[in-house]
């Protein structure tokens, strides 16, 4: 028996088969933190009490894409930038805003609901009874 | 042959046929409770001035032992005036045949449009459960909420989410239904919802095309697999919403939080106006939103 070859030539597209290990140093770096990021639909590293984030799916086709940047942009909401990670979404494009902001555009939402319920547009199934007063 | 004495039977006869064959959109997407016992309010029109006769009931929270959340109670009256003479003739009959039809349609859009509405609401209605303590959800939630707590200040306390904030595609539908398979309990234990299938798509008219492709397809969009979502939404219901039509929910509906609870069984009755010349037909829905203390089974997207 002649002594060991070589590992072929690695043929383009074909794993060869060759194998890199880490080394023992990789080991001693801190793994890191555990979150709970994995949930679907969250952003991971996003703080969530501090951001709030809404996800576009670069899946779905250009004019749906641009028509849901738009909106975005005219809530408040601005892209964030590198390539963020969201659990479940192969394709995604985040923007985020402040929480304090976001809180404001609910409670705006709140007030679009009781408009509606005052002019007749919407029945009071649209508040919750906190909400609903009594002259 | 029709006669004024026959004339209410024939009303209330196709008046329950139509309730059968309109078909609700509200009956389709959450729960229909029949006759819940609850007391109901008939007065005129609400403070605001809304659709229908409305009251609500009394502001005290609800305490966590509550099963339903009442928003209000609703009692619609739909009345149409007829122009139809009570004289025993072919026409008559085929009159009243009608507006015993149409009475249904009336009463099923306004089950539908009090299901609908509040629906819409739930994005910013406080969640019935809001607080720090035991059992209860957080401060300051919304019923659609991230970060809903369960066993909240116990031994494996935990957070859920059960609103995204983004529009229907099929990266967030997919979203939405793993946040259903996953949710818990109050005591943290997992529920399973829609792990059977049988979830509802609610969605706006222009989100109906779309819906239908992420549902109905064999192949799903965006790497030709087998369309997860198919076996799991058995159904999408599209209604005209009022506020915002990117909002979208996936609803368990064999487990549905919401729905509508009606007080009595919708009925037509007629009578003729006092110069006798007219009959005034009119039925009568009685009936509330309600929204389960116990959020499981419903997850919405609303980008605030």
């Keep these: 028996m002649s002594k060991k070859q070589a590992p072929a030539a690695v043929v383009a597209g074909i794993p060869s088969g060759s194998l890199v290990m880490p080394s023992e140093a990789d080991f001693e770096t801190a793994p890191p933190p555990a979150s709970d990021d994995d949930r679907p639909g969250r952003v991971a590293g996003l703080d969530y009490t501090a951001w709030a984030a809404a996800v576009i799916d670069l899946n779905a086709p250009a004019d749906r894409v641009a028509k849901e940047r738009a909106r975005l942009l005219q809530k408040g909401y601005r892209q964030a930038g590198g390539s963020p990670l969201v659990s479940g979404w192969a394709n995604p494009e985040v923007w985020v805003i402040p929480r304090a902001k976001y809180e404001a555009n609910r409670a705006a939402r709140l007030q679009r609901l009781q408009d509606a319920v005052a002019s007749g547009r919407m029945t009071e199934s649209a508040l919750a009874r906190e909400v609903v007063t009594r002259a | ?304």
């Design chain 2, 1 to 304: 042959m029709a006669s004024s004495e026959n004339a209410l039977r024939i009303v209330q006869a196709s008046f329950a046929q139509g309730i059968a064959a309109t078909g609700s959109k509200a009956a389709s997407a959450g729960r229909i409770i029949p006759a819940t016992g609850a007391a109901t309010f008939k007065v005129g029109n609400g403070a605001f001035g809304g659709i229908g006769a409305t009251l609500s009931r009394t502001a005290e929270s609800q305490s966590n032992s509550d099963w339903f959340t009442f928003e209000s109670d609703h009692t619609m009256l739909h009345k149409v005036l007829k122009h139809v003479v009570p004289v025993a003739t072919t026409k008559t009959d085929y009159a009243f045949e009608q507006a015993g039809l149409q009475l249904a349609q009336a009463a099923v859009a306004t089950m539908d449009k009090l299901f609908f509405d509040g629906l819409e609401g739930l994005f910013a209605a406080a969640h019935p459960r809001v607080g720090a303590g035991a059992g209860q959800v957080g401060n300051a939630k919304k019923y659609l909420d991230t970060g809903l707590a369960f066993a909240q200040g116990e031994a494996g306390a935990g957070t859920q989410d059960n609103l995204l904030t983004s529009a229907l595609s099929e990266a967030a539908l997919n979203s939405a239904i793993k946040l259903l398979l996953q949710y818990r309990s109050d005591r943290g234990i997992p529920l399973h919802l829609g792990t059977n299938g049988g979830l509802v798509l609610v969605v706006a008219p222009k989100n109906a095309q779309l819906a239908h492709e992420l549902v109905v397809s064999q192949l799903s969009g965006a790497d030709m697999a087998s369309n997860f979502v198919k076996n799991l939404v058995s159904d999408i219901v599209v209604y005209p919403l009022t506020t915002d039509d990117d909002d979208w929910w996936l609803i368990d509906k064999s487990n549905a939080p919401v729905g509508i609870a009606l007080e009595s069984d919708p009925t037509a009755r007629i009578s003729t106006t006092t110069d006798g010349l007219f009959y005034e037909m009119v039925s009568e829905v009685s009936c509330v939103f309600f929204k389960s203390p116990y959020e499981y089974g419903i997850v919405g997207s609303n980008v605030a």
